[in-house]
């Protein structure tokens, strides 16, 4: 569990906001705060091990604009998990801000629901993308002929990759990590081993030619995998 976090927020509404989502869940957390990225980077740098774990930042702060706030606090932070909260909800910019090392994209416009959503899968260890901004990568990757079959069927063309092999339980995997779960809480969804769940996603990630889930994510809206129902015990 995420026991050091930093919200890099200039609105003081939105960062205390996003605190109390947080603290809501993990009272014990160590928080800090910045509004600004010459801030929020002397704290990355001045934190002691491990550092900090985790980071929520908007991208336009009064000393850094969009997609250069990221990687500042990418290069300074390379082992921590970083969510971007944002007043945009555009499509390219959120598949940008994964493909720049991103873990969650949680845009401030949607409901509170979905905001604490967003934020307690990050902080759990999973990936947060909405489901309305994946419903356009879906569409996006259709309009342009990137849709294609079903990963699970057989009869693609012969000038086609084939699609994943997967056996049933490793698309149950997929499901729940294509939703945001870490690693333990798909054991517990699935009443499986933990390390069990690391051979299966590592299967998977091979399957989709995938070096994480981030890119397994951008991979499946890519090629129009539509999104799974959640499996059930």
Known sequence: MTRTLLVVEDHALVSEGILKVVTAQWPDLSTHQADDLATALRR???APPPGIE???TDLNLPDAQGLETLRQLRAHAP???IGVVSGSNDLDLA???LREGACAFVPKAGSLAHFA???RTLAHGGVYFPRELLAQAHAAADADGGGGPAPERRDAAPDQPLPPRLTPRQIEVRA???HGLANALIADQLGISEETVKLHVR???RAHGAHNRVQLLLNCARDGLAEPALPTR
């Open 79 to 81: 082992r921590a998990r």
């Open 117 to 119: 959503e967003g934020l």
């Open 44 to 46: 990355l740098d001045s």
């Open 95 to 97: 598949l940008a801000c």
């Open 54 to 56: 985790v980071i929520i």
């Open 176 to 178: 729940l990590l294509l």
């Open 203 to 205: 299967a998977i990630l």
